[in-house]
């Protein structure tokens, strides 16, 4: 009997765009699966050196919104710093999430998101806790 993680992602088959299945027994799991499964997608790789720190307060309307607002914020902070993250402390509540993030340079930029998409987004409890699938635009 195989046993199924407790946290993952997995890609799916779109048609244009790329989708990405993401799953965690609470809030912070899911989106740490879904910001790695994100760094995935894309073929990132942190350079060792140096490590850095940043931190996020974000706020939204409900759970779907922030995810976005999150990944969202992750791609701003990799176009224009150059950063990505592998370590994440993420609180969150019904509208705020905050986050202390450490990282490093990203060593080869991978491939482009262009954003993070509304298109069928919707956190649901299931019997392995949260789920959601996630699309790229591409």
Request: no cysteine; proline share 5%; aromatic share 8%.
């Amino acid at each position: 009997m195989v046993k199924e993680q407790r946290t993952g992602f997995r890609e799916l088959e779109h048609t244009a765009d790329w989708e990405l299945e993401v799953w965690g027994p609470d809030l912070p799991s899911l989106f740490e699966q879904a910001a790695r499964g994100m760094y995935a997608l894309k073929g990132i790789r942190l350079e060792p050196q140096p490590r850095v720190e940043r931190t996020l307060m974000l706020h939204a309307p409900d759970q779907e919104s922030l995810l976005v607002a999150f990944l969202a914020e992750l791609l701003f902070l990799e176009e224009v710093e150059g950063l990505g993250f592998d370590t994440f402390e993420l609180r969150l509540d019904e509208d705020s999430l905050s986050a202390r993030m450490s990282g490093a340079p990203v060593g080869s930029p991978g491939k482009d998101i262009k954003a993070v998409t509304y298109h069928n987004l919707a956190i649901r409890k299931t019997e392995r806790g949260l789920e959601v699938n996630i699309v790229f635009d591409v």
